[in-house]
DNA sequence: TTGTATGCGTTATCAA
DNA sequence: TTGATAACGCATACAA
């Protein structure tokens, strides 16, 4: 590894003091243009590029993001990230990535982390930690977006950005009831989760507006990947056979539930109805394609991250935001 | 947001040097053990975190590893990051996620990125610029993993980790022509890929060995997802209507190419097999579930991550890792 | 328009 | 076993 050229070796090599090659890098003003140019010329040919380390200390900004998600493998915080970053790049920042795993000590040694990393800002997905913990820890931060997570603080320095999971459930349910589907079941994802139980609610209320009384034996909790939604379903069906209808908590969990129901001798959509959560690029790659409530998550990354830089910059606009999810109707409906 | 604590706060309050305090957060000896404990307790409750900005300023080691990949929605390198990060966290590392979009300039300014925040390593995965870029960039870490893509310099503070995409694309063919097929078509996925030209080269010993003659028509290059993967095997389906045995670049081409042969009327396996390779979780969620070359993903990443903590740590125990894919036979051969 | 002194929070080095 | 001082690379505040 070679060894960094400074800002004093520029400095000296152009017989100018520091302090002008700092003006120069960073162009600011009150410089002749020239001697700009020269010292321009003169870093790009040294190969020196600013510390950001040391502009860090001297500054406390870093031109640094943390993003938290459960799991980068999911493709739901795969397509959120991969907004989050270009928004990130395009400004000049790099994001530190942390996968939580959904467990909660993981979570509070992510923020410590980040905070110790002194970033400029931080974007939290479907943190788990309770209110109390998560609050203080958000306070550390210069800035802050919260995506699906609440989080009522004096401050301007926080946002929370939330998918309106009651809304797409409560319409989910309702597209079940138009069909004339009556045993609706809802598999509802980690228990644990902020979006589970606001989707339970929406699942509940359709179902009151329906008329149809709600039994807890038509819901059942689970990891949310493929895997865990076959298995859940499994149970799910040899609990209530009659079950004719299936709001999952995301698309993944919406196509383990798929197999189980064909390994059931069911046939989907005529005996079991599927409505998924999220609209991954998996729920119109399988076939049956997947009706599912839709995001444009790319976009939920993006506006993320460019709300976070606003916070940054002072020019707070809102302290909420809301994602409208869209029935996207498909094969398995 | 609150004020940082910092060293000199939690000395003044212990009532004694920065220093002593400095050593007991780091838990270096030559310190009385009682007072050891005090301070430790002191720091604990004025809630202080050494600043790793200035630690890294003071040290010049940063804690922050970098990771480059063409895209992290793509489950591959997805399921790579998880792996990395997992073993990251674990060793008090943070990484930052840079994706390049399959972008010459990005990945140079990626590069540059990383070095400006001065990390301890980066894991560098299919990285398209050319050698003499790649080599100087490199070259300023103090240690860095290419991950597919070989770099022969001087020095052992670079190890290279490979698929084996030669003999794993050979493998395929061979399995192909076993089963007495004929007209082998290659989706080769990018072109300025290096995993691509290994694989072209394991698809064209393949054909030799077998005593196929090779033809350029059944060949066609593409972007490395679903859609693209599905437009040209379109093309190749139409150019050369003989094609019984298909070898994707990808799982995601792989998957693509399956709806392809669907539409034009072919039946697969029994018209047209295909392999994919990587097993992406896809893979085997998809029906038919897909034949694939088989590689840890994960894991991958782990020993990534490992085997960068083992050069930044002095102890470079191999300059070449060779990862052996494994057909993975399931229902589209 | 340019330069000088100072400090950011931490650790290395040397002294006590 | 503990402490004082300098240094890391840069930018801010002020001076020339």
Redesign the interface.
């Known amino acids: 590894?070679?060894k960094?050229t400074t800002i004093a070796d520029v400095a000296r090599a152009a017989g100018v003091s520091m302090m002008t090659v700092s003006r120069a890098v960073n162009q600011k003003p009150g410089l002749n243009q020239e001697l700009r140019q020269k010292i321009l010329a003169l870093a790009e040919e040294m190969d020196y590029?600013?510390?950001?380390?040391?502009r860090?200390?001297a500054t406390s900004r870093?031109t640094?993001v943390g993003?938290v998600v459960p799991?980068?493998?999911n493709?739901f915080f795969?397509?959120i990230?991969?907004g989050v970053?270009?928004v990130a790049?395009e400004s000049g920042y790099?994001?530190?990535?942390?996968?939580t795993a959904e467990d909660r000590e993981?979570e509070q040694?992510?923020l410590?982390?980040?905070?110790?990393?002194?970033i400029d800002g931080a974007i939290l997905c479907s943190l788990r930690l309770p209110q109390k913990q998560l609050s203080t820890a958000v306070?550390?931060?210069?800035a802050a977006v919260l995506f699906n997570r609440e989080l009522s603080l004096p401050g301007s320095?926080i946002v929370s950005m939330s998918v309106n999971d009651k809304q797409g459930a409560y319409e989910a349910v309702g597209y079940f009831v138009r069909q004339g589907r009556a045993y609706i079941a809802f598999l509802a994802g980690p228990k644990n989760s902020i979006s589970s139980q606001r989707r339970l609610e929406g699942y509940r209320q359709g179902l009151m507006d329906a008329g149809i009384e709600y039994n807890p034996s038509l819901t059942e909790y689970c990891l949310p990947d493929?895997e865990n939604g076959y298995f859940a379903a499994q149970v799910l069906l040899s609990r209530r056979p009659d079950i004719d209808a299936l709001f999952a908590f995301n698309d993944l969990v919406a196509?383990g539930a798929l197999r189980a129901c064909w390994d059931a001798g069911q046939s989907v959509p005529k005996d079991i109805a599927i409505i998924g959560s999220d609209d991954i690029?998996?729920a119109s790659?399988?076939?049956p394609q997947l009706t599912t409530l839709h995001v444009n998550l790319?976009q939920i990354g993006r506006t993320a991250m460019r709300t976070l830089l606003e916070i940054i910059a002072g020019n707070t606009s809102h302290t909420t935001l809301q994602i409208e999810p869209e029935l996207c109707l498909r094969e398995t409906t």
């Open positions: 590894m070679k960094r590029r600013p510390s950001q380390i040391a860090g200390l870093t640094t993003l799991d980068i493998t493709p795969a397509e990230a991969r970053e270009d790049f790099t994001v530190f990535l942390i996968n993981r040694a992510a410590n982390s980040l905070w110790e990393h002194e306070k550390r931060f210069p320095n493929t196509v690029p998996l790659i399988i076939r790319k």
